[in-house]
């Protein structure tokens, strides 16, 4: 069983940093795309950014391109979510996701990912 545990978030000023984690157990993560998705209050889950098993490969959000970062150390199985210049509209929770197949390229819909964590919140004041 895949299991993913979100930590970082936070409450934070417009124009700071933040870097969220998602720890990952139940598989060896190197094969599989990881993804982060975001969901505000009265919204849509949407995507975020995803990255490909070995790292090689990453998408993003328009919204967010430019601004935030995803990695992977896979000897350590934790996906990261470098956040950059951040807005009050990036407030959400911000959740982890692992697909339950191989992708050739990494998703960006919530229909491409199986498994998801709890999410961690982050609150952009202005």
């Known amino acids: 069983q895949v299991q993913l545990v979100e930590s970082g978030g936070g409450l934070v000023q417009a124009g700071d940093s933040l870097r969220l984690s998602c720890s990952v157990s139940g598989r060896t993560s190197g094969r599989y795309t990881m993804g982060w998705f975001r969901q505000a209050p009265g919204k849509e889950r949407e995507f975020v950014a995803a990255i490909s098993g070995r790292g090689s490969s990453t998408s993003y959000a328009a919204s967010v391109k430019g601004r935030f970062t995803i990695s992977r150390d896979n000897g350590e199985n934790t996906v990261f979510l470098q956040m950059s210049s951040v807005k009050p509209e990036d407030t959400a929770v911000y959740l982890c996701?692992?697909?339950?197949?191989?992708?050739?390229?990494?998703?960006?819909?919530?229909?491409?990912?199986?498994?998801w964590g709890q999410g961690t919140q982050v609150t952009v004041s202005s």
């Open positions: 996701a692992a697909p339950g197949k191989l992708w050739l390229s990494p998703p960006t819909m919530v229909s491409g990912y199986d498994y």
